[in-house]
Nanobody, 123 residues
Framework: QVQLVESGGGLVQAGGSLRLSCAASGRTFSRYAMGWFRQVPGKEREFVAAINWSGGSTDYANSVKGRFTISRDNAKNTVYLQMSSLKPEDTAVYYC????????????????WGQGTQVTVSS
């Protein structure tokens, strides 16, 4: 089992940047594919990005392609989401997720979740 703690959320103006971090517990972080999701009140949780165990494979939602970058540092048990050119519609609670498997899950289904961090983009 892995525990996830997100950080780095906050308030930013449209066009700005933020970097989210997700620290994972445990010594087997490198065996997990990792992902980021987001959720707006009243809506379903939405896939944002995912990365495989080595960082060699990534996947993005169309809405964030070219603006967001997911990366990981297995030595630090941390996954990042660099967000640039932020838009008001990016406002949401962002969740880190882990899948007990090396590859990005085909159906983007993840096993473990963090508590979330709020990102607010003002216009």
């Amino acid at each position: 089992q892995v525990q996830l703690v997100e950080s780095g959320g906050g308030l930013v103006q449209a066009g700005g940047s933020l970097r989210l971090s997700c620290a994972a517990s445990g010594r087997t972080f490198s065996r997990y594919a990792m992902g980021w999701f987001r959720q707006v009140p009243g809506k379903e949780r939405e896939f944002v990005a995912a990365i495989n165990w080595s960082g060699g494979s990534t996947d993005y939602a169309n809405s964030v392609k070219g603006r967001f970058t997911i990366s990981r540092d297995n030595a630090k048990n941390t996954v990042y989401l660099q967000m640039s050119s932020l838009k008001p519609e990016d406002t949401a609670v962002y969740y880190c997720a882990a899948n007990d498997g090396f590859a990005i899950p085909v159906r983007r289904q993840f096993d473990y979740w963090g508590q979330g961090t709020q990102v607010t983009v003002s216009s």
